[in-house]
């Protein structure tokens, strides 16, 4: 077998920071040679993310070519809310509601390889290939991995450390956290050899398989910008570097020039015929203040806080990222920092709170002209465009979207803190996500046509299933990136549109079923400390 | 004669001895239906989320309200023993 279609997916990535790792810097040099050389020779676009861009909807949009209206992933966690109290769940690969490429690809005879790639575990039965999933605990990334896989993998690749390659939720939770300057060092520092693991994989993979479809995802880029932000924007450079600078800097282009490294292994190994693609789910900027949206919409009036009676439960609840409200008197609020919306509660029966459900366009409305009239202290309106559900996320599972996704003017994450005043400059700029990623294309029929229009994070699957020869299903809601290839790969290779994706659709038919099964987590969590 | 209790248990005994295998916990011997999950086997949260998905795909070949078994008098359970769990798939499969 020989691999077609090589895809390397980099969490976060942008080229804000691409470009000067990609160029001659005076005192560093060249800090992603190999890479350099690619995308001089090959095609790219920004890539629009997901309306709220984060990871999950995201790297799911990615895998199936479709939005998250259909897909049905809007966030880390999924809440309902019952009229009283919101259930909280762990989105999985079975929440994920149309073909992901994987299965799409397997049943028309390819194979593949999904490495470090979130919402793929359990993995999907009808593979054809390897999952290793990302976002799993080291524990339980061997019963979620391909049966055999792992066990494979460990004999097999010196020095594999499932420790060392899964995700740890201590850690993890730190991303997000303002850490001391040794901390933060150590961040960095440890995704330098969790990154390594995936390489191995990854490589042993290419090298003993060669799947049609070899798909590795790089997760670190997300979480060191999250840190180090001001370490790799070239826009806060500072006039004198400190020494603390020069650390950190050194430290976040090791990590680029070993991804450096992996790109040139992994493209040589894939050989002269194969088509390499880059993608990011979302890029990255800096937030520069920090709006505290429950706190916010407390003023206007639309949400009251739960009772803190001091114990040590309700001080952990309130400094959770879950929000805790007096749900009786709350008809707007916002559930947790990376939705960045807010959700207007509907009362569904006689006596039950929330509002009318036949208010429910003019209470949208005042509340949208509510949320605009926020400004910082210098004046700036600090929310400067309010997405309406039915607009950004059509599809079978819009009614899981917020009723409003809330667009900062610095792309900042919401704080759902009960705290005071609702906007706040932060004492340094902070990495964010930036709904600009990276797509990029290499190899054997891509065009050297460097920077092209800006494409939809739903095109990159339809453009990966081109790559492998095969038709793009006709309920794709991406179109393949014919500007990345040539005029004659594309004259002898015209893009066909196939048969629909299967399977999809089918958990939005089942969802009333569920609702056992989704209390049933949340109160394994509450047992469990996870919450309270 | 073998009970459906006990074909529950050394259905559970077998998942968990897989579930478990790489595990650094200290628990020694044989697992037994006394044997508890959180105080003998060291889960944490996410394991018992992990858990119940093993048990709807190997074991009840279906979702199962596991609500019933973690609560109780609306609190939640300290621990859960294998025969607990036996006894409420009994109920509930």
New interface residues.
């Given amino acids: 077998m020989t691999t077609k279609t090589l895809f390397i997916g980099m969490d976060g990535c942008t080229f804000t920071v691409l470009n000067e790792m990609t160029r001659d810097l005076p005192g560093e040099g060249v800090t992603m040679p190999f890479l350099a050389g690619l995308m001089a020779k090959g095609s790219r676009a920004n890539l629009r993310s997901t309306p709220n861009p984060l990871t999950p909807p995201a790297w799911t949009s990615i895998m199936t070519g479709r939005g998250p209206g259909q897909h049905g992933v809007f966030d880390f966690i999924r809440a309902e809310d019952k009229g009283g109290e919101v259930y909280w769940t762990l989105y999985d690969s079975r929440d994920v509601d149309s073909e992901m490429i994987w299965s799409i690809a397997s049943r028309q005879g390819k194979s593949i390889a999904a490495l470090n790639f979130p919402l793929t575990a359990p993995p999907p039965k009808d593979v054809n290939g390897s999952i290793v999933p990302g976002f799993i605990p080291a524990k339980h990334l061997r019963r979620n991995s391909t049966p055999g896989l792992f066990e494979r993998l460990k004999e097999a690749i010196p020095g594999f450390d499932a420790k060392e390659l899964a995700w740890d939720f201590d850690n993890e939770k730190q991303a997000l956290e303002v850490l001391n300057d040794n901390d933060m060092e150590q961040w960095v520092r440890y995704h330098l050899p969790r990154e390594e693991q995936w390489f191995n994989i990854a490589e042993y993979i290419l090298q003993n398989d060669a799947p049609d479809l070899m798909a590795v995802m790089f997760d670190g880029t997300d979480k060191i910008q999250h840190q180090a932000w001001q370490f790799v924007d070239p826009n806060l450079v500072p006039a004198e570097r400190s020494e603390f600078y020069n650390r950190m800097r050194g430290v976040c282009r090791e990590y680029f020039a070993n991804v450096d490294r992996y790109i040139e292994k992994l493209v040589t190994m894939a050989g002269p015929e194969c088509q390499v693609f880059f993608a990011s789910d979302h890029g990255f900027t800096a937030t520069v203040e920090v709006l505290r949206i429950n706190s916010f919409l407390e003023d206007l009036g639309y949400l009251k806080w739960a009772v803190n009676d001091g114990s040590e439960q309700a001080l952990r609840r309130e400094a959770s990222d879950f929000a805790n409200l007096d749900w009786s008197q709350t008809t707007a609020y916002c559930r947790t920092p990376s939705s960045n919306g807010i959700h207007i509660r509907q009362s569904t029966k006689p006596g039950e709170p929330g509002i009318d459900p036949k208010d429910y366009i003019p209470f949208r409305d005042k509340l949208i002209a509510d949320l605009k009239t926020l400004k910082n202290d210098d004046g700036e309106p600090v929310i400067v465009d309010v997405l309406k559900r039915e607009e950004w996320f059509p599809g079978q599972h819009m009614e899981r979207a917020c009723d409003l996704t809330l667009v900062l003017r610095d792309n900042g994450f919401v704080s759902i803190r009960n705290i005071k005043p609702a906007v706040v400059k932060r004492p340094n700029p902070a990495g964010t996500h930036h709904p600009d990623g990276i797509f990029m294309a290499y190899g054997k029929g891509i065009a050297a046509n460097g920077l092209v229009d800006r494409l939809d994070i739903r095109d990159v699957c339809p453009t990966l299933l081109y790559s492998l020869g095969l038709p793009v299903p006709s309920d794709f809601e991406g179109k393949a990136a014919e500007p990345f290839f040539t005029e004659n790969w594309l004259a002898e290779h015209p893009v066909k549109i196939g048969r629909a994706t299967v399977g999809g659709g089918e958990k939005a038919k089942s969802e009333d079923m569920d609702d056992e099964e989704k209390r049933q987590i949340i109160e394994q969590l509450q047992m469990l400390g996870y919450m309270e | 004669m073998t009970t459906t209790r006990d074909t529950y248990i050394q259905q559970l005994i077998v998942l968990l001895e897989?579930?478990t295998q790489?595990?650094d916990h200290e628990f020694e011997g044989r697992m037994n239906a006394e044997t508890r999950l959180?105080g003998d086997l060291g889960?944490?949260?996410?394991?018992?989320?992990?858990l119940?998905?093993?048990i709807e795909?190997d074991i009840s070949k279906k979702?199962?309200?596991?609500?019933k078994l973690?609560?109780k008098d609306g609190r939640?359970?300290d621990d859960l023993t294998i025969g607990g769990i036996a006894d409420f798939l009994i109920a509930f499969v």
């Fill in positions: 897989d579930f790489d595990w959180l889960f944490e949260s996410i394991d018992i989320i992990q119940v998905v093993a795909e979702k199962v309200p596991f609500d973690l609560m939640y359970v």
